[in-house]
């Protein structure tokens, strides 16, 4: 079982561009949730996706957008990128509201 | 607002001495708990959770949490720790069994070999 998956590891943007960030759960899960961790912060939750749908949500601007595919993989799409989206992105997987598992994350960098 | 607090940003500490990172989290109603660790280069993984029943809950890796309802508390508690103990610690809160999870801002725990 290769766990949570993420990618890319890392990525560097450029202000008021977009970025997407994919995310394989862990096999059986059908939960995936996104958090944004800023240097010595905590994970900050973003959303989360069950049945292709977002089923709960942060205090995230409308620029954070989510998918989730039948397969239950997710992306994570961020559009008009700040200097602020500079941040780890983890992803969560879970069987419906169970223990969450983490993947590596993805380090994105916005100049 | 809801929130989780955890008091000590970086605590370094001996091999062999007890450990103990507080929780704190403003919510009056159900809650779920966790701690998770972060040790360096790899994922966050979870130590321990409180669902229900015994408040006294014990993790892996000789980890230990003690929920305290009327102080809102859920501390981490080691009685000795060892150099693998280096990590960083994220105290984590479900209020309303439905709702998203709260993270702490995180403990940096390092012990001096």
């Known amino acids: 079982d290769a766990g949570v998956t993420q990618s890319p590891t890392h990525l560097i943007k450029t202000r008021g561009q977009q970025v997407t960030l994919r995310c394989s759960p862990k096999?059986?899960?059908?939960?995936v949730s996104w958090y944004q961790q800023a240097l010595g912060q905590g994970p900050q939750f973003i959303f989360q996706y069950y049945e292709e749908e977002e089923r709960q949500r942060g205090n995230f601007p409308d620029r954070f957008s989510g998918h989730q595919f039948p397969n239950y993989s997710s992306e994570l799409n961020v559009n008009a990128l700040l200097l602020g989206d500079s941040a780890l992105y983890l992803c969560a997987s879970s069987l419906s509201h169970g223990e969450q598992f983490f993947g590596p994350g993805t380090r994105l960098t916005v100049l | 607002a809801q929130s989780v607090s955890q008091h000590n940003h970086h605590v370094i500490l001996s091999e062999a001495a007890s450990l103990e990172l507080g929780c704190n989290y403003s919510y009056g109603g159900t809650v779920n708990l966790f701690w998770y660790v972060q040790y360096p280069g790899q994922h966050l993984q979870l130590l321990l959770k409180?669902?229900?029943?015994?408040?006294l809950v014990k993790g892996i890796k000789g980890f230990e949490a003690e929920f305290i309802k009327s102080k809102f508390s859920f501390n981490l508690r080691k009685p000795s720790v060892q150099w693998s103990d280096t990590a960083e610690y994220f105290c984590a809160v479900i209020m309303n069994r439905d709702d998203k999870i709260i993270f702490g801002k995180g403990t940096r725990l390092h012990i001096l070999p």
């Open positions: 409180y669902f229900s029943g015994d408040p």
């Open positions: 096999s059986g899960h059908d939960t």
